[in-house]
């Protein structure tokens, strides 16, 4: 068998110095290459790389008080990056079984309010753990090195000698005979693991009941109100206006997808106005109701255009006509805004006929439900 030091050419590592002539592998066939150690095509590939290290510090003593104490922080962290991760998955995948259940409406507190920053703030600790414990290795227990060495060019000598020093990057790690440290990474390993794939969670379980993405706190009675609570009577308005108002329930004016405009048409309006079909008596008198959430992407829609009858939405300039059942005419929603069916209670302030008879926003909430 062909030993290093026989090998033509061979430095036999770095304690044989020698001239390093033609390419890597006119110097070593692959039988050669495979006959010797890691360590050795380590340093071979170093000294063909033209590697110069200007700077060496070891890491500490193997057993020494020094590398113990390093061990136990790292593998302190490590187990408290777990230990987060998995409360973090124990939230979410408990909610609803041993932990309350959680709802999309969100009350003034309780679980609901607390569930999304308990998964946020327990993940974010275990990632932020997950760095802490890496730099902790590195600076404690990794032997530090400073060199510089040439490019690469790919030849077979490369990848061989590049492939032994990956391993004796990894050998050097230490990690084969620090067991607690490898102990608490494979516990954090599985604990962030399941804390990265539990949001898949949602597709196989959804903790929401009802339709809360496709409903809103509209419903047959609710009055029409402005951002102060007070009601609105047909009058109130001059025609050609256009008015922001919230369901007359807790909290109606900070429920953003219950923003609904009230807009009175001016006559020649009235008599070109088309609703769309089916929803002939959704408006009441010269009043039409529609939502305030562009069915593009969901921003704020309300620079009403009373002469063109137009509704513009600010963020990317598509514009809804008043008088053809809020259509888009312009850029790019393709959906019309959601009508409100309205009408007046017994004394004589608009109220709402229902919910909306479709989602609102953005044009994704349209799909067919599941
Ligand atoms: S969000 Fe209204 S046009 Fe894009």
């Given at each position: 068998?062909?030993?290093?030091?026989?090998?033509?050419?061979?430095?036999?590592?770095?304690?044989?110095?020698?001239?390093?002539?033609?390419?890597?592998?006119?110097d070593y066939t692959?039988?050669?290459?495979?006959?010797?150690?890691?360590?050795?095509?380590?340093?071979?590939?170093?000294?063909?790389?033209?590697?110069?290290?200007?700077?060496?510090?070891?890491?500490p003593e193997p057993g020494s008080r020094l590398e113990k104490a390093a061990v136990r922080q790292v593998a302190l962290t490590f187990a408290l990056a777990g230990l987060a991760a998995f409360a973090a998955f124990v939230v979410y995948a408990g909610s609803g079984w041993f932990l309350p259940d959680w709802q999309w409406e969100i009350t003034e507190s309780g679980w609901s309010a607390l569930f999304t920053p308990l998964i946020g703030a327990l993940g974010g600790l275990s990632l932020v753990l997950v760095g802490?414990?890496?730099?902790?290795y590195t600076k404690k227990l990794l032997p530090h090195e400073t060199a510089v060495q040439d490019k690469h060019d790919g030849s077979h000598f490369d990848r061989v000698t590049t492939g032994a020093t990956l391993v004796g990057g990894l050998h050097n790690s230490g990690l084969a005979r620090r067991k607690l440290i490898t102990r608490t990474l494979v516990f954090m390993?599985?604990?962030?693991?399941?804390?990265?794939?539990?949001?898949?969670?949602?597709?196989?379980?959804?903790?929401?009941?009802?339709?809360?993405?496709?409903?809103?706190?509209?419903?047959?009675?609710?009055?029409?109100?402005?951002?102060?609570?007070?009601?609105?009577?047909?009058?109130?308005?001059?025609?050609?206006?256009?008015?922001t108002v919230f369901p007359a329930v807790p909290g109606g004016n900070r429920q953003s997808d219950a923003a609904t405009m009230l807009i009175r048409l001016r006559p020649e309006q009235v008599r070109v106005d088309r609703p769309r079909e089916n929803q002939e008596d959704f408006g009441y008198g010269d009043y039409v109701a529609y939502s305030k959430i562009c069915t593009h992407a969901g921003c704020p829609v309300s620079l009403y255009e009373q002469e063109t009858s137009r509704i513009l939405c600010p963020c990317h300039q598509s514009q809804f006509d008043v008088t053809r059942g809020a259509q888009p005419v312009f850029g790019p929603a393709?959906?019309?805004?959601?009508?409100?069916?309205?009408?007046?209670?017994?004394?004589?302030?608009?109220?709402?006929?229902?919910?909306?008879?479709?989602?609102?926003g953005p044009t994704y909430w349209n799909r067919e439900r599941i």
């Open positions: 068998m062909t030993t290093r030091e026989d090998a033509p050419g061979s430095t036999g590592g770095a304690d044989v110095p020698g001239p390093l002539h033609g390419g890597p592998d006119d692959p039988e050669q290459l495979a006959a010797m150690s890691r360590e050795d095509l380590d340093l071979l590939g170093a000294r063909y790389d033209g590697v110069q290290v200007l700077h060496t510090e070891p890491g802490v414990g890496m730099v902790l390993g599985s604990g962030v693991g399941l804390m990265l794939v539990m949001p898949l969670g949602g597709l196989i379980r959804n903790p929401n009941t009802g339709d809360p993405l496709g409903t809103t706190s509209w419903a047959e009675g609710v009055r029409l109100v402005r951002d102060d609570g007070s009601p609105i009577r047909p009058g109130d308005q001059v025609p050609g206006s256009l008015e393709t959906r019309p805004l959601p009508q409100l069916p309205i009408t007046v209670d017994d004394e004589g302030y608009f109220v709402a006929r229902s919910d909306y008879i479709e989602a609102v």
